[in-house]
């Protein structure tokens, strides 16, 4: 039986990261099944193996994926979020662990007095950064500690006021960049739980090579299987 994998987010294909994505879902294994789950319908996928939190924020139904992810944490579900799945991530985790019960983005929240996902110093739309992952977390495992190109379509981030709080909760920062501060976070104890702000599927209908983030969601979502 295919390993199935919800990507959750509104597909746009006049948008280049959803293109990509495209592209990156072409590269995976035969034996996985990942399709696009629009946001309105993100309940579904509770039953899949493995979630992807794709860009392309604010979602037509921002709360039902805050919803989705909320469960994909708490029942042990491999996730992976991307820029928009890495801010709404942080939110969830900052409202349901980190007890910041009234965490807001500042996207859809733009008269939020103290953001957790706050703009960011400057603008990070279709511009790449040199991305250093943290020694010893999953992302260096991954990625290697030397610094690489990040891809960005993004304008929010972690706001620097509030990771200390998450991390004190049990959130680790697994990658930082220039300009954009915490780019990776992950979850130890959780059988997959990352999320980036940069967006490691761009370069995939370049390369024809699938990024090892999503190719370790894929393994890990085969594990959820097997586990079952």
């Not at 987010?9 to 995976?28: Q, S, V």
């Not at 981030?157 to 509030?162: E, F, I, V």
């Amino acid at each position: 039986m295919a390993v199935s994998i919800a990507v959750l987010g509104d597909r746009n294909l006049e948008h280049l990261t959803h293109r990509e994505i495209d592209a990156t879902l072409e590269l995976l294994p035969a034996d996985v099944d990942a399709r696009w789950l629009p946001s309105p319908d993100a309940a579904s996928a509770a039953a899949a193996e493995g979630l992807w939190v794709v860009p392309g924020t604010p979602y037509r139904d921002d709360d039902a994926v805050l919803e989705a992810i909320h469960r994909a944490r708490a029942a042990g579900m491999p996730m992976l979020g991307t820029c928009g799945g890495f801010q709404y991530m942080l939110v969830e985790f900052a409202r349901n662990v980190a007890g910041l019960g009234d965490a807001a983005h500042a996207e859809t929240a733009p008269d939020a007095p103290d953001p957790v996902v706050a703009r960011l110093s400057c603008s990070l739309v279709g511009e790449e950064r040199q991305v250093s992952a943290v020694p010893g977390t999953r992302v260096a495992e991954l990625c290697g500690t030397e610094p690489f190109t990040g891809f960005h379509w993004c304008n929010y981030g972690l706001s620097p006021a509030h990771e200390a709080a998450l991390t004190a909760a049990g959130l680790v920062v697994a990658a930082r960049a220039p300009d954009a501060g915490v780019e990776a976070v992950e979850l130890p104890g959780h059988p997959f739980y990352v999320a980036t702000l940069f967006q490691p599927q761009v370069g995939s209908s370049a390369s024809g090579r699938l990024h090892p983030l999503i190719a370790a969601l894929c393994a890990a979502a085969d594990g959820e299987q097997r586990s079952r």
